[in-house]
């Protein structure tokens, strides 16, 4: 059975970091796209940023790409986003997913965790 488990998420104070990790497991994802999307109270679940199985990291802007960044632990299955100088409008559920090989910004993805919650303080 697959499985993603998010953790990490929390409250922090706008200005401050959190890492966020994904564990995978149940198959191999050596061929798969890692990302991350996040849902607000209200709104649709939207794309944050990803890592192909390359190693290419794409970002949803340029207001994430500098605060936020993917990486991954091949070895332990595990992939990280940490995230830096949060904003009460980062606040969301945070979830990872993976889909084959192909990038994609709307959630078309194979595989869903069951969300982190990420709450920042003003």
């Known amino acids: 059975q697959v499985q993603l488990v998010e953790s990490g998420g929390g409250l922090v104070q706008a200005g401050g970091s959190l890492r966020l990790s994904c564990t995978a497991s149940?198959?191999?994802?050596?061929?798969?796209?890692m990302a991350w999307f996040r849902q607000a109270p209200g709104k649709e679940r939207e794309f944050v940023l990803a890592i192909t199985y390359r190693g290419n990291i794409i970002y949803d802007s340029d207001s994430v790409k500098s605060r936020f960044t993917i990486s991954g632990d091949a070895a332990k299955n595990t992939w990280y986003l940490q995230m830096n100088s949060l904003r009460p409008e980062d606040t969301a559920v945070y979830y990872c997913?993976?889909?084959?090989?192909?990038?994609?910004?709307?959630?078309?993805?194979?595989?869903w965790g069951q969300g982190t919650q990420v709450s920042v303080s003003s």
């Open positions: 149940g198959r191999s994802f050596s061929n798969y796209v």
């Open positions: 997913a993976a889909r084959w090989r192909v990038v994609k910004t709307t959630p078309d993805y194979d595989y």
